[in-house]
């Protein structure tokens, strides 16, 4: 009689295990501590003209001497360059390297601008001039 009533408890617990569906739970979410200021602004304007800076090729971040090219970078902060270029992708990478609490202190920042940290590319710009400027206009946005 033992043996009968654990054959239907073994039996009733494989029926309920395998009644359970799998739940697809999607893509991880992102931190919600992540920075994210205006997608349309960084693709409007911090790119040609912070990152990208067309017809400046020695202040550029992807330009053919630029480290930050996805093919061949020499970092972390890798980006889409080849057309089309994903704005969407270089948006996920570049707000990575954001403090929206402070935006001025964010390495995306602090690293071209002189004197702040150390930029294996050298400095680029001073805490005067206008890449400065329009990137800490973008957390205002």
């Not at 400046?56 to 330009?63: G, K, M, Q, V, Y």
């Not at 071209?112 to 590319?121: E, K, L, N, V, W």
């Amino acid at each position: 009689m033992h043996s009968a009533w654990m054959n239907i408890a073994v039996i009733g617990g494989l029926v309920a295990v395998s009644g359970c569906p799998t739940i697809e739970l999607g893509e991880e979410p992102e931190s919600p501590t992540l920075c994210r200021p205006n997608q349309a602004y960084y693709q409007d304007v911090i790119w040609p003209d912070f990152i990208e800076i067309a017809g400046n090729d020695a202040a550029s971040c992807t330009a053919a001497a630029g480290c930050h090219d996805i093919a061949d970078g020499r970092s972390a902060l890798r980006l889409s360059t080849a057309a089309p270029i994903d704005h969407d992708q270089n948006y996920r990478i570049v707000i990575r390297y954001l403090n929206c609490a402070d935006p001025g202190s964010s390495s995306m920042l602090t690293k071209p601008m002189t004197g702040i940290d150390a930029h294996g590319g050298g400095d680029l710009f001073n805490q005067t001039d206008m890449p400065r400027d329009i990137f800490l206009q973008w957390f205002n946005m």
